[in-house]
């Protein structure tokens, strides 16, 4: 019996990558002091946005944080304005089923506070977990979560669109049920990590779960 679902929020909730890369770029590059890579920001995915910033410029890194706060809440209305189709009611379906719904994501305690409040979002997760400046909190926090709710991993489903995720699930021996709905998902890689666990559309995993809950 599934008693708690755990989603992710960047590629999963909604498109927020672009927004992301784009305010990693344009924030940080000024204090880095040369133009960064996607490849560079990509290998500190899975920290915070603090943890990110530590690893890419020496200290003092600080204001580099505070300008990509400012640029992600000015530029999220423009680069991100929506959830992805389907998320709302996907989650109002879930909560009238009196299913808990938690948060865990790698973004930053800041930049998730920003899209939690611009999407309305702050009262439908029941516990969230931010991201971790020291490390890849996920399996861990799946532990946590487990521990404080006293659920056992079977109990447990985790939503999240990237390898990583299904690997962290793995580790903690929680479902994984990969989102594929966003334009750049790397769908023949997921379906060799979790194959016949891998979503092309919100709708699809809406059945899915549908059916896995009567």
């Avoid at 560079?40 to 944080?65: C, D, H, R, V």
């Avoid at 991100?80 to 189709?85: G, Q």
């Avoid at 719904?101 to 969230?128: M, P, Q, V, W």
Wanted: charged letters at 20%; glycine letters at 6%.
């Amino acid at each position: 019996m599934i008693k708690r679902i755990i989603f992710d929020f960047d590629g999963t909730l909604a498109n927020t990558v672009p927004l992301c890369m784009t305010c990693f770029h344009d924030a940080w590059e000024p204090f880095v002091g040369h133009p960064l890579t996607d490849q560079e920001i990509f290998a500190t995915f899975g920290y915070s946005e603090e943890g990110m910033i530590q690893q890419l410029m020496p200290p003092p890194w600080e204001k580099a944080l505070a300008e990509l706060y400012q640029m992600y809440e000015r530029l999220h209305p423009v680069l991100c304005p929506a959830l992805f189709d389907g998320i709302v009611e996907l989650l109002n379906s879930l909560k009238a089923k009196g299913i808990p719904l938690d948060l865990l994501t790698g973004k930053g305690e800041r930049c998730c506070d920003i899209s939690l409040a611009y999407f309305h979002l702050k009262n439908t997760f029941d516990i969230i977990i931010p991201g971790d400046p020291e490390k890849r909190h996920k399996t861990d926090a799946l532990c946590a979560i487990m521990a404080r709710t006293c659920t056992r991993p079977e109990e447990l489903l985790y939503i999240g669109d990237a390898p990583s995720d299904v690997k962290a699930c793995q580790a903690a021996g929680v479902r994984c049920l990969s989102a594929a709905w966003t334009p750049d998902a790397n769908q023949a890689e997921l379906e060799q990590l979790n194959p016949g666990l891998v979503f092309s559309s919100v709708g699809a995993l809406d059945a899915y779960l549908q059916n896995l809950l009567t």
